[in-house]
């Protein structure tokens, strides 16, 4: 995980029009900060944490979109929030189906699966495809 | 100075006036700006040239920033800093929406033309949702074909007199390019080149800035460039050492490139 990604990201979350003055702004860029301190942290419980700080970010980043645009999903959830940006133009269809492969699904593993951990090379692809997701739908809207 | 001690007086300066981070790492930008500030909300993208840097007003440096602007979000403000020996005689901002001059002593407000500012970025504003749709009909012609996730693999190029790339024609509209092995760095620094000369290409870069307004007008509802994809088979491996290995593929990918992975 790419310390700069973060700090990237966070600036761009923090600036963002569509977020400006949105009550959980201040929320989404605390929780980027926290993937950043978790390096204090040795060994796999670092990349959890990581997870599970980057995925809360993003979680919210795109409640948040879709709340300022006045969208609504009936049950909230990472895979209802992409749907309904498919669904809206924002993400195209297969980038939906991509993103619940490689990013829902196996997040969904790790953070509700005792003792699963994925290979290191699996724990980085899901960290850079939340990078990537928050970057990309941030850029569109 | 160096250009790391110039890099290093720009941030202890902008500090001063905000948050400022040196050459930010973007998911889909390969060579994006030196520095990234926020200032009171506002985002700013930092390209520096100092003596010995490539032209900003040089097409592949437009392709460059024009790559950056769409892959940063729109209310991003894109300016250049010149060293005070560096400032082109003619200060054609042509991407940029501001530029400011670099002394040992101090860094100048930003300057600009608004008008000439605005235009600019209605024009990339028209073009950014034909280049994402290129860029997510290019990503899914790597996912239909490895569904478990773009990934690239090795091809062996011809080592002797290998050039950063060459282009082989294969369709009436297409190229492909072809990057030769290298390691991760060199092999980063082809693709970029490679994702420059597509971008030019696309944009009609090199022609005057007037030329990317054309094509935005071109494309305002009209998906011209999904159509129109260069294809560049790019086959490498990355070193997998805890950085995002994937980004170069994805860059590639969001400059054009259809990317073939022999598996």
């Given at each position: 995980?790419?310390?700069?990604?973060?700090?990237?990201?966070?600036?761009?979350?923090?600036?963002?029009?569509?977020?400006?003055?949105?009550?959980?702004?201040?929320?989404?860029?605390?929780?980027?900060?926290?993937?950043?301190?978790?390096?204090?942290i040795?060994?796999?419980?670092?990349w959890?944490?990581?997870?599970?700080?980057?995925t809360?970010?993003?979680?919210?980043?795109?409640?948040?979109?879709?709340?300022?645009?006045?969208?609504?999903?009936q049950?909230?959830?990472?895979?209802?929030?992409?749907?309904?940006?498919?669904?809206?133009?924002?993400?195209v269809?297969?980038?939906?189906?991509?993103?619940?492969?490689?990013?829902?699904q196996?997040?969904?593993?790790?953070?509700?699966?005792?003792?699963?951990?994925?290979?290191?090379?699996?724990?980085?692809?899901?960290?850079?495809?939340?990078?990537?997701?928050?970057?990309?739908?941030?850029?569109?809207? | 100075?160096?250009?790391?001690n110039?890099?290093?007086?720009?941030?202890?300066t902008?500090?001063?006036?905000?948050?400022?981070?040196?050459?930010?790492d973007?998911?889909?930008?390969?060579?994006?700006?030196s520095?990234?500030?926020?200032?009171?909300?506002?985002?700013?993208?930092?390209?520096?040239?100092?003596?010995?840097?490539?032209?900003?007003?040089?097409?592949?440096?437009?392709a460059?920033?024009?790559?950056?602007?769409?892959?940063?979000?729109?209310?991003?403000?894109?300016?250049?800093?010149?060293?005070?020996?560096?400032?082109?005689?003619?200060?054609?901002?042509?991407?940029?929406?501001?530029?400011?001059?670099?002394?040992p002593?101090?860094?100048?407000?930003?300057?600009?033309?608004?008008?000439?500012?605005?235009?600019?970025a209605?024009?990339v504003?028209?073009?950014?949702?034909?280049?994402?749709?290129?860029?997510?009909?290019?990503?899914?012609?790597?996912?239909?074909?490895?569904?478990?996730?773009?990934?690239?693999?090795?091809?062996?190029?011809?080592?002797?007199?290998?050039?950063?790339?060459?282009?082989?024609?294969?369709?009436?509209?297409?190229?492909?390019?072809?990057?030769?092995?290298?390691?991760?760095?060199?092999t980063?620094?082809?693709?970029?080149?490679?994702?420059?000369?597509?971008?030019?290409?696309?944009?009609?870069?090199?022609?005057?800035?007037?030329?990317?307004?054309?094509?935005?007008?071109?494309?305002?509802?009209?998906?011209?460039?999904?159509?129109?994809?260069?294809?560049a088979?790019?086959?490498?491996?990355s070193e997998?050492i805890?950085?995002?290995?994937?980004?170069?593929?994805?860059?590639?990918?969001f400059?054009?490139?259809?990317?073939?992975?022999?598996?």
């Amino acid at each position: 995980m790419s310390e700069k990604r973060i700090e990237t990201l966070r600036m761009i979350v923090g600036s963002h029009p569509i977020l400006l003055n949105d009550s959980r702004r201040v929320d989404i860029v605390r929780e980027l900060q926290r993937v950043i301190e978790t390096k204090r942290i040795a060994g796999g419980d670092r990349w959890l944490l990581q997870v599970l700080h980057t995925t809360r970010a993003l979680d919210t980043c795109l409640s948040r979109v879709v709340a300022q645009r006045g969208w609504t999903v009936q049950k909230p959830s990472l895979g209802a929030y992409l749907v309904k940006l498919s669904a809206k133009g924002v993400i195209v269809e297969h980038q939906r189906r991509h993103w619940q492969d490689t990013l829902v699904q196996p997040r969904n593993t790790y953070m509700h699966s005792a003792n699963q951990m994925p290979p290191q090379r699996g724990a980085d692809d899901l960290l850079d495809e939340m990078d990537a997701c928050m970057s990309i739908v941030l850029a569109a809207v | 100075m160096s250009r790391t001690n110039t890099i290093r007086g720009l941030i202890e300066t902008l500090s001063t006036e905000g948050e400022a981070l040196a050459y930010p790492d973007h998911p889909l930008v390969l060579d994006g700006p030196s520095l990234l500030t926020v200032v009171k909300t506002v985002l700013t993208a930092s390209f520096v040239y100092t003596r010995g840097s490539r032209p900003a007003s040089s097409v592949a440096e437009q392709a460059r920033v024009l790559l950056a602007r769409l892959a940063y979000p729109g209310h991003t403000v894109f300016e250049a800093i010149f060293e005070h020996d560096s400032v082109p005689e003619s200060v054609d901002l042509g991407l940029f929406d501001s530029y400011r001059v670099m002394t040992p002593q101090s860094l100048s407000q930003p300057d600009g033309d608004d008008a000439a500012r605005a235009r600019v970025a209605l024009a990339v504003e028209s073009l950014r949702e034909p280049h994402f749709a290129r860029f997510a009909a290019n990503q899914q012609g790597a996912f239909k074909d490895h569904p478990e996730g773009a990934r690239a693999s090795f091809t062996q190029f011809s080592p002797s007199g290998t050039p950063r790339y060459k282009f082989v024609d294969t369709g009436p509209l297409s190229l492909t390019a072809q990057v030769p092995k290298g390691t991760r760095a060199l092999t980063i620094s082809r693709i970029q080149r490679v994702a420059e000369t597509f971008t030019a290409h696309d944009y009609g870069l090199g022609w005057g800035v007037s030329a990317l307004f054309d094509v935005a007008g071109a494309v305002d509802g009209d998906y011209y460039l999904e159509q129109h994809p260069l294809r560049a088979q790019l086959t490498f491996e990355s070193e997998r050492i805890g950085i995002d290995a994937n980004k170069p593929l994805r860059a590639a990918q969001f400059a054009g490139g259809l990317v073939k992975s022999a598996w």
